[in-house]
């Protein structure tokens, strides 16, 4: 299997929030949130980026800020549909042969390692690639609104295939345990075959829709970043990323 040759990064972004909404248009230092990710995306120079917007008012920001948005059904049950619907209504005739999903409520994301997530996708067999942290605050181990990735990785490697995801402390035992941050890079094949499947019986069971991946024997594969990216989801959250875009 050859490494993507033309992929593309596609942010998925609609204004319903239960705990800040309209969150793609919240101001981050002048500039809607939305933005600031579509600039990180940018400056990962792996290829052109799309948001994905549910409504009129974000494509109205993302242009006004020059970049390109195409507008999606905002009854679509989850981001993974949203970007497979702007691909194919963007690139009918299959030119992109990869995909970046990235989230929208992702503002100071490190440029580098949304290249990363690319970079694991051009493994031999990968159909899909993510991200993941080593969990360094005791409370995270313990916590179910941190995902967990189980993936076998020797001392010292970066990468390797994920075996579950859950929200449960796991693996047991001595050892690391891995923050997985929702950022994931897709062969279009291996997309378009994903939503076409039904709900997976372990994704309805822990809330997780990539366990819908690996029910139906698809290769993830997780590469290590240093840090988890904040996600923005509250007020405060907002005045924190204000603060590192400060910097």
Same mark, same amino acid.
């Given at each position: 299997?050859?490494?993507?040759?033309n992929p593309?990064?596609? &942010?998925?972004?609609r204004m319903?929030?239960s705990?800040?909404?309209g969150?793609?248009?919240a101001?981050?230092?002048?500039l809607?949130m939305i933005?600031?990710v579509?600039?990180?995306a940018?400056?990962?120079g792996i290829g052109?980026?799309?948001?994905a917007?549910?409504e009129?008012e974000?494509?109205?920001?993302?242009?006004?800020?020059?970049g390109? %948005?195409i507008l999606?059904d905002?009854?679509l049950?989850?981001?993974?549909?949203?970007?497979?619907q702007?691909?194919?209504? #963007?690139?009918?005739?299959?030119?992109h042969?990869a995909?970046?999903?990235?989230?929208g409520?992702?503002?100071?994301i490190?440029?580098?390692? &949304?290249?990363a997530?690319?970079?694991?996708?051009a493994?031999?067999?990968?159909? &899909?690639?993510?991200?993941?942290?080593?969990?360094? $605050?005791?409370a995270?181990?313990?916590?179910?609104n941190v995902?967990?990735?189980?993936?076998?990785?020797a001392?010292g490697a970066r990468?390797?295939?994920?075996?579950? #995801?859950?929200r449960?402390t796991?693996?047991?035992?001595?050892?690391?345990?891995?923050?997985h941050?929702?950022?994931?890079?897709?062969?279009?094949?291996?997309?378009d075959r #994903?939503?076409?499947?039904p709900p997976?019986?372990? /994704?309805m069971?822990e809330k997780l829709e990539?366990?819908? %991946?690996?029910?139906?024997?698809l290769? &993830?594969?997780?590469?290590l970043?240093?840090?988890?990216?904040?996600g923005?989801?509250t007020?405060?959250?907002? /005045? $924190?990323?204000?603060?590192?875009?400060? $910097?």
């Amino acid at each position: 299997m050859s490494a993507p040759q033309n992929p593309i990064v596609i &942010i998925p972004a609609r204004m319903a929030s239960s705990r800040l909404p309209g969150k793609p248009l919240a101001a981050i230092n002048g500039l809607p949130m939305i933005v600031h990710v579509m600039r990180r995306a940018e400056e990962a120079g792996i290829g052109p980026v799309l948001v994905a917007a549910a409504e009129p008012e974000i494509a109205d920001a993302v242009e006004t800020a020059g970049g390109a %948005a195409i507008l999606t059904d905002p009854d679509l049950p989850s981001g993974s549909d949203r970007i497979h619907q702007a691909l194919v209504r #963007f690139d009918p005739k299959g030119v992109h042969d990869a995909v970046v999903n990235l989230q929208g409520d992702l503002p100071t994301i490190e440029p580098a390692a &949304i290249a990363a997530a690319l970079d694991a996708l051009a493994g031999d067999g990968v159909d &899909i690639a993510t991200l993941a942290a080593v969990i360094t $605050r005791d409370a995270e181990r313990d916590d179910p609104n941190v995902v967990k990735a189980v993936v076998p990785l020797a001392e010292g490697a970066r990468r390797g295939r994920a075996l579950y #995801f859950t929200r449960a402390t796991a693996p047991a035992g001595d050892g690391p345990l891995l923050h997985h941050i929702g950022l994931y890079a897709y062969r279009r094949a291996a997309l378009d075959r #994903f939503i076409a499947l039904p709900p997976g019986v372990l /994704e309805m069971r822990e809330k997780l829709e990539q366990l819908r %991946a690996l029910e139906a024997g698809l290769h &993830i594969e997780v590469a290590l970043v240093d840090t988890v990216p904040l996600g923005v989801d509250t007020p405060a959250d907002l /005045e $924190r990323a204000a603060q590192i875009l400060a $910097r």
